[in-house]
Nanobody, 115 residues
Framework: QVQLVESGGGLVQPGGSLRLSCAAS????????MMWYRQAPGKEREVVAD????????HYTNTVKGRFTISRDNAKNTVYLQMDSLKFEDTSVYYC????????WGQGTQVTVSS
């Protein structure tokens, strides 16, 4: 059974940091490109970052470049999103997604940036 389980979300003040994790099981994690998306209330889901299967290449949406870092540990079947210098507008539900020929989604984790 395929599972993607996100964790690490929570409430943080502006300027703070959080590290999200997404633990995968039920498929060959190291074959898949991994992505982080987010969706704020009333908005469409958007791509935040992605990382190739071997971790050799990463991409970020412009609004998080220089603040967020995506990484993966194929030995642990886990992808991470380190989020620094958080802003109010980063408040969203964050989802991980595994992509190859098919795609799998996690259930999401809430990140709230508030003072």
């Amino acid at each position: 059974q395929v599972q993607l389980v996100e964790s690490g979300g929570g409430l943080v003040q502006p300027g703070g940091s959080l590290r999200l994790s997404c633990a995968a099981s039920g498929f060959t994690f190291s074959f898949y490109t991994m992505m982080w998306y987010r969706q704020a209330p009333g908005k469409e889901r958007e791509v935040v970052a992605d990382i190739t299967s071997d971790g050799g290449s990463t991409h970020y949406t412009n609004t998080v470049k220089g603040r967020f870092t995506i990484s993966r540990d194929n030995a642990k079947n886990t992808v991470y999103l380190q989020m620094d210098s958080l802003k109010f507008e980063d408040t969203s539900v964050y989802y991980c997604k595994a992509v190859r020929v098919n795609a799998y989604w996690g259930q999401g984790t809430q990140v709230t940036v508030s003072s």
